[in-house]
């Protein structure tokens, strides 16, 4: 099994930019694979996408970048025990798989990330997770739903992970492990 690495934290608290730079240390001799669930839906989506696709090129980090909004498992085929992976984010992923292009909502969502998750572990040599704290604002019934399996997932993580960090205004801080 992979080493498994969590990092969470707000939008825009840097924990890509702080996951980006924790698989290039880790990476050795294997291959860094950079699962990519977002979606340009939106200009501002577009913009962020664009950002980090500069921010990962400008680093001079060989990246083998996977587009994968949905069904992560699909990937765990190209790993191999040196890779390192870096799946970003699980909340995009969780919305994506959520509510499908057909309109569809699928209730089957968590155990599917779950095991894309187990899938990708099994293969690779080290798998990082990111994914963004929701707000503590009052939640709708569908945003209620979300947030209650974001919140499940991450604690699922969070119980299998070798290290979780929070990252708060560019700082990462250890959760969970013995850390870098």
């Known amino acids: 099994m992979a080493q498994l690495i969590f990092i969470t934290g707000g939008v825009r608290s840097g924990k890509s930019r702080f996951a980006e730079r924790r698989a290039a240390s880790l990476r050795k001799n294997g291959t860094l694979h950079y699962l990519a669930c977002g979606e340009p839906s939106d200009e501002e989506m577009k913009e962020r996408i664009s950002r980090h696709q500069h921010d990962r090129a400008s680093k001079n980090v060989p990246w083998e970048t996977v587009e994968c909004p949905t069904d992560i498992g699909s990937v765990a085929a190209r790993l191999n025990e040196n890779s390192v992976v870096l ?4 909340t995009t992923l969780l919305s994506n798989e959520l509510f499908q292009e057909d309109g569809t909502f ?4 968590k155990q599917k990330i779950q095991s894309g998750i187990e899938k990708l572990s099994e293969r690779a040599n080290t798998l990082i997770i990111v994914s963004n704290e929701l707000a503590h604002e009052p939640l709708t019934d569908g945003v209620d739903f979300y947030a209650q399996q974001l919140g499940e997932l991450h604690q699922w993580i969070v119980s299998e992970a070798d290290e979780a960090y929070l990252v708060e205004n560019g700082v990462p801080r250890l959760m969970k492990g013995a850390g870098v």
């Open 87 to 90: 799946l970003d984010c699980v």
């Open 106 to 109: 699928q209730q089957e969502t």
